[in-house]
């Protein structure tokens, strides 16, 4: 229903509508692969994007979101290609460019976000990030990214206790669990597809 509710809502422009249907995408990834996944379990003040639950209906991880897409202008400029008959392609990433940087930052903001309530609730933490299919970013440039510069953010953030990384592939979904071996708090996620029925 809350889903229902936040796509119906107007005006809905496109980065946040695929925002929003990247958080329902990563709900049923996570309860086909057995998880008792909530969304947005209220604590007080905060909402996070989905939290696993224990058959005593008890918080045992907190998972958020980040949609990672292209800027506005770029796709406007990529839309415009395409009308045009062009071909149009996506952003390439390049780790020392701003864009780059951007993946960084983006997750290091949820990263350092929920601190207090991962502190509190003291269990496992993770970063979702849904890569826009026009903004591609592979294995490789996570892990350089994220784990290999010189502040790491598994090293800064041992509290976050891996990074998803999902992004869809002709209709279907590919999900990849990047572990913290430092965390304070394990979980594991497996790594996997998820294919969507004809309905999406």
Not at 94 to 118: F, M, P, T, W
Not at 149 to 174: D, M, N
Request: net charge negative; aromatic share 16%; proline share 4%.
């Amino acid at each position: 229903m809350q889903f229902i509710t936040k796509f119906k809502k107007h005006p809905h422009p496109k980065p946040q509508f695929l925002h929003t249907f990247s958080e329902l995408i990563l709900g049923v990834y996570l309860i086909s692969k057995g998880f008792f996944a909530e969304y947005e379990h209220k604590f007080d003040s905060e909402e996070p994007d989905w939290s696993i639950l224990d058959d005593f209906f008890n918080v045992t991880a907190i998972i958020e979101n980040v949609y990672l897409h292209i800027a506005d202008k770029t796709g406007k400029n990529i839309d415009t290609q395409k009308k045009a008959g062009k071909i149009a392609v996506g952003y390439l990433v390049n780790r020392y460019d701003i864009k780059h940087i951007r993946l960084y930052e983006n997750v290091q903001d949820k990263a350092s976000g929920y601190k207090d309530l991962i502190n509190q609730l003291n269990v496992p933490y993770v970063v979702a990030v849904s890569i826009d299919s026009l903004y591609p970013i592979d294995d490789q440039d996570m892990i350089d990214c994220l784990m290999s510069r010189e502040e790491s953010l598994f090293k800064l953030y041992p509290y976050l206790s891996g990074i998803l990384k999902f992004e869809v592939f002709s209709g279907t979904y590919r999900f990849r669990f990047f572990k913290n071996i430092d965390t304070l708090h394990n979980i594991d996620i497996p790594s996997g597809f998820l294919e969507l029925p004809e309905i999406f």
